[in-house]
């Protein structure tokens, strides 16, 4: 089955560096790829995601990038900010027991000093 | 449009006890997730269900269960607790099942199993 693993577990950049969160998938089949964000007691949002077809996708400061043959994807947030303080999740669309479904990557916490 | 809504927001129970959590989805949702969230452990699956039935199951005892119901809410149970039970207890409501499209979480039931 499906399992995502994600690095580094904790992170910490200069405000204004950038940073950048890398995470491995285990399913060749996998074709969505979401990353989510999870501020300090609330829930997880999506800020951004890529498909299986797409080599990058890029939103204002986030960017994402996948590479299919190696199994693996990565965010790139620029010019970081004291709201990018977070905890973020990678997941990767894949087949558990024959149904498809999100696995989630352990979460990155990311502390951006200023 | 309102969100995903989770009731209880938090809980106290004791060793041995059930419990019920509850989980309204984003109107015109019909696929419902569960997810365990434990410090250093990420986001862990539980269950998904789509129109009523579930579809996929994550590896967890059967002590954990869940339904869903024609209108999309979900309720989770988790019977004879242990100390280790305790968490956030997350539900992602999403338009087509099995992790592909964007998924909305809830705020999470906190549980503190005594």
């Known amino acids: 089955g499906e399992n995502v693993e994600q690095h580094p577990s904790t992170l910490s950049v200069q405000e204004g560096d950038s940073a950048v969160i890398k995470c491995t998938y285990s399913?060749?089949?996998?074709?969505?790829f979401p990353w989510y964000k999870q501020e300090l007691g609330k829930r997880p949002q999506l800020i951004i995601d890529i498909r299986s077809n797409v080599g990058e996708k890029k939103d204002q400061r986030i960017a994402v990038t996948l590479n299919k043959t190696a199994k693996h994807f990565s965010l790139h947030i620029t010019e970081t900010q004291p709201e990018d303080s977070a905890v973020y999740f990678c997941a990767a669309s894949g087949r558990i027991q024959g149904a498809q479904k999100l696995v989630f990557g352990q979460g990155t916490r990311l502390t951006i000093n200023p | 449009k309102a969100g995903v809504t989770q009731t209880p927001r938090y809980l106290i129970k004791t060793r041995g006890q059930q419990v019920t959590l509850s989980c309204s989805p984003i109107s015109g949702h019909r696929s419902v997730s569960w997810y365990q969230q434990t410090p250093g452990q990420g986001l862990q699956f539980l269950f998904e269900y789509f129109s009523e039935t579930q579809r996929n199951k994550g590896n967890f005892p059967g002590r954990f269960s869940g339904r869903q119901f024609s209108n999309s809410r979900s309720e989770m149970n988790v019977s004879t607790l242990e100390l280790g039970d305790s968490a956030l207890y997350l539900c992602?409501?999403?338009?087509?099942?099995?992790?592909?499209?964007?998924?909305?979480f809830g705020q999470g039931t906190r549980l503190t199993v005594v």
């Open positions: 399913d060749s089949a996998s074709n969505y």
């Open positions: 992602a409501s999403s338009f087509n099942p099995g992790g592909d499209t964007e998924a909305f």
